[in-house]
């Protein structure tokens, strides 16, 4: 704590209003001196298409559906693989902090199959699920399952003893204890696991959907590298991109909206 | 409401109301004939006492009675077993044998426990912390008005609704208090609840405690480090030495107590007399 507390800049530093603008100068800069730079002819549009005719390209694309119909594929399945493989990890984690029967029986087991890499299943899951969609759904919600479950897991360990002692001392039951002690204690953990978990949700989908599928944003890109289509490959690299930090905003949101009590989300 | 008024006066109305005219004296006689009406505390008698750790034997033979709403506070070097204790009082811990009873059937709203730290939820506005307190009535109807009471008493009403890292150490520990009584405890235990606290606040809140104590009539066991302390706020001090009671001192100084005093003083230096020989022997 006293470590955010160090980081978190001083009034005077912060301008509020333009707190939200600001971050957007230097991806701005960049594709301006991207556009610049192709145009002039310094980059060649064989490596890397000028930004217009990504937009361009994104545009085509949008007009025939095609666009949209791709990125829903692939926000359905990071969405379904995310619930399925987080609500799992969640459930885990909860029973393995709760109870010490559950996590003798199950936590080295967990802990052992956390290290093979899950992409590493891909050549099995595809003799498994062929290109299916449960094939994708199963490799996202394997990639997810472990940070929300070790996150899960250390935050409920971690809760102060003080304060569960103090829950008893006052008469609580253990549901009330999980309600007003445990579960809040336990929150900003399993918020690091979400950030965590978003991450690698991201990644294993794009692997997932270059190697086996026969739609979604992946797919697309894989397509348009058989055609040369530079431009479209580099707009679904983008789009990825814009994905990955919308979901980490909607989780920061969340975060703030939720852990409202703690100093850091503390409106200063 | 009258109660709520008479309980935010100022600390200082303590100290200074044996000076005040005829007027006052009315207000002191009826709060004390009220606190006889409320005197709620529970007589405590403990006998034969034993408790250890793997091969550490803390307590060898615990002798006590505690007439109901007496003051008590326990003082003793550090490791000598008052927290443990405190800690068997309020029935958090077992023991190998004696007994402890309270002269009658003892709900676990009776007894409240008030620790150094303040131990109260992050995640909970300060009025949410002190219902906390109400047990097993958390959710009955009346419980945010016994919780703003409760506030009232420790003179906390306008922090209702901030969250407790927003506030001072004194302030916590006065949301702690306020949580402790809002159940109306008839035994209240503090293992040093004002060691954390700077000297000034320190003062202000030993008023508070006595204040709530003479209100409410509950049975109060104090474990201190400041000998000072002690002799200020209790009835009777206890020296625990060799997981016994070593010395049994009783306070007569008349209260409103000033602080001090030569009486006091005078009492402070034997007490730490007997508290550094058994440094010495050991
Ligand atoms: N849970 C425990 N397990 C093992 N030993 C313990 C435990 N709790 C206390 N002890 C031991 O019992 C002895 C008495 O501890 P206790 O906390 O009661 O001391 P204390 O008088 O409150 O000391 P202090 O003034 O420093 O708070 C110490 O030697 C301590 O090491
Ligand atoms: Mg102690």
Redesign the interface.
Known sequence: MSLIDSVSLPRSFRLPRVDGLIQWIVPLAIIAIWQVASVTGFVPTRVLPAPSDVVLAGWKLLLSGELVRNIWVSFWRASIGFLIGGGIGFAFGLANGLSQLSAKLTDTTLQMVRNVPHLALIPLVILWFGIDESAKLFLVALGVFFPIYLNTLHGIRTVDPQLIEMGRIYGMTDSELFRRVIFPGALPSIFVGIRFALGIMWLTLIVAETIAASSGLGYMAMQAREFMLIDVVVLSILIYALLGKLADSASRVLERLTLSWHPAFQKR | MQTALRTTLPETELASRANFVPQARVVREERQEERQAQTTGLPLSIRGLRKSFVDNEVLRGIDLHIPAGQFVAIVGKSGCGKSTLLRLI?G?EKFEAGSISFGQDVQ??DI??M?Q?P?L????RVLANVE??L??D?SSGDAHARAEKALTEVGLADKRDQ?P??LSGGQKQRVALG?ALVSRPRVLAFDEPLGALDALTRISMQRLLERVWRDQGFTAILVTHDVSEAVALADRVLVIDEGRIAHDVTVNAARPRERGSAELASLEGSILSHLLSAEDRT
């Open positions: 309020a958090l676990p709203e409240r426990v620790f730290e131990r939820l992050p995640w909970a906390v307190g047990g097993r958390r969250w890292s927003v949580r």
